[in-house]
Nanobody, 121 residues
């Protein structure tokens, strides 16, 4: 019964910034990798950024230098700071977390319901 809830999306002008948050709640023993994905109309869902439990990050080439992913393990929350936004960043953004519900069982992929980001030019 793990739930991921995203927030922070909205409408911004090109060049502006947004900060997305995703908080996990429920039966959680350990959260391994966390990440942000996005899906624009007519496109496949793609990885934007990911972060390991010890803080190592990975970014899609299209967002390197503009986006920053971070996490607060005490709050079970992952963030995505988005700067210098472009029209092509317009998409529904989804957070994902690999969550181990109890000791000794494999982690499961958990997804949020998404938050909309629209960048106008």
């Amino acid at each position: 019964q793990v739930q991921l809830v995203e927030s922070g999306g909205g409408l911004v002008q090109a060049g502006g910034s947004l900060r997305l948050s995703c908080a996990a709640s429920g039966r959680i023993f350990r959260i391994n990798n966390m990440g942000w994905y996005r899906q624009a109309l007519g496109n496949q869902r793609e990885l934007v950024a990911s972060i390991t439990s010890d803080g190592r990050t990975q970014y899609a080439d299209s967002v390197k230098g503009r986006f920053t992913i971070s996490r607060d393990n005490a709050k079970n929350t992952v963030y995505l700071q988005m700067n210098s936004l472009k029209s092509e960043d317009t998409a529904d953004y989804y957070c994902k977390a690999d969550i181990q519900s109890r000791w000794g069982v494999p982690a499961n992929e958990c997804w949020g319901q998404g938050t909309q980001v629209t960048v106008s030019s």
